[in-house]
């Protein structure tokens, strides 16, 4: 079945590392996204793309960014990482369209900073 | 941008009774209103949507309900079944913006 991935799926690192998140879908998907998730406030968005050449700042964006190497994969970078930045972070895709469509959801990731 | 608030934060049933969950978005251009549910340890997965040249939608147990002129919308579970306990979250404007989640219990 065409799915979207995400690795690592759990990750505890230190204060000031670096660390990527990788997203791979299977879905044909143009459009590729990274969200975080925190209790109590949802889901917020940090960047999104349309397509490779394509990358553009979400709410959260501040501390992040992204890498859109081909149409399947979109990476997500922590340059420094920091203790507020500990979170779920989920990567979607959805289809291009003139409409909004459903976004597919990654199975997650559990990143710990301390 | 667009403000999107979710309410209640946290709701309990009992199995068999309705939930109602509200949301209010700011943005009148606004045009397309998904319900994602995420079970516990699990991924978001779309359970409904709208568009806003629609006032409601069913799919069996759930139904939606769009309100423009006031901008809310509204997630509707009859008959509710302990397989429904689950986070739901509400979105709208190109799906950029998603509510603070409700927190469902279905009592047995």
């Known amino acids: 079945d065409a799915d979207v991935t995400q690795t690592p799926r759990n990750r505890i690192t230190k204060t000031g590392k670096r660390i990527m998140l990788e997203c791979s879908q299977t879905k044909g998907h143009d459009r590729m996204y990274w969200y975080r998730q925190d209790p109590g406030l949802g889901l917020r968005l940090i960047y999104y793309s349309f397509d490779v050449k394509d990358i553009n700042k979400g709410e959260i964006s501040d501390g992040y960014s992204v890498s859109r190497q081909a149409q399947a994969k979109f990476s997500l970078s922590l340059e420094s990482a920091i203790p507020n930045q500990t979170a779920l972070y989920f990567c979607?895709?959805?289809?291009?369209?003139?409409?909004?469509?459903?976004?597919?959801f990654g199975p997650g990731t559990r990143l710990t900073v301390l | 941008g667009e403000n999107v608030e979710q309410h209640p934060s946290t709701l309990s049933v009992q199995e068999g009774d309705s939930a109602v969950i509200k949301c209010t978005y700011s943005d009148s251009a606004s045009n397309y209103f998904p319900w994602y549910k995420q079970e516990l340890g699990k991924r978001p997965q779309l359970i409904i949507d709208?568009?806003?040249?629609?006032g409601e939608k069913k799919d069996q147990r759930i139904a939606v309900t769009l309100n423009k002129t006031a901008k809310h919308f509204s997630l509707h579970i009859t008959e509710t079944q302990p397989e429904d306990s689950a986070v739901y979250f509400c979105?709208?404007?190109?799906?950029?913006?998603f509510g603070t989640g409700t927190s469902l219990t279905v009592i047995p």
């Open positions: 709208i568009r806003s040249n629609v």
């Open positions: 979105a709208a404007s190109n799906q950029f913006y």
């Open positions: 979607a895709t959805s289809t291009m369209g003139d409409l909004n469509n459903e976004q597919f």
